[in-house]
């Protein structure tokens, strides 16, 4: 005999900015984009992070702002 696994269905990730009503990325809010940047300060893709589409344009394009602003690293040591 053997136990059959309970198949389990994930639920789908919603959006953080839509849920929480951002109208704007701020690339001064360092703690907020330093969550989707991986280990070594690469941009986390929209799949792991579980965002939509629109709001991850504006968060690359805040986290590009942020590292030319010395603000986040381009590279993690």
Do not use: E, W
Not at 12 to 32: E, G, L, T, W
């Amino acid at each position: 005999m053997y136990n059959k696994r309970k198949q389990q269905t994930k639920q789908p990730r919603k959006c953080y900015f839509c849920y929480s009503n951002h109208k704007y990325i701020d690339y001064k809010d360092v703690n907020n984009l330093r969550r989707y940047l991986s280990s070594f300060a690469k941009i986390v893709p929209r799949k792991r992070s579980g965002v939509c589409s629109k709001h991850q344009r504006c968060l690359s394009s805040a986290i590009k702002r942020a590292r030319v602003m010395a603000l986040l690293p381009f590279i993690q040591r």
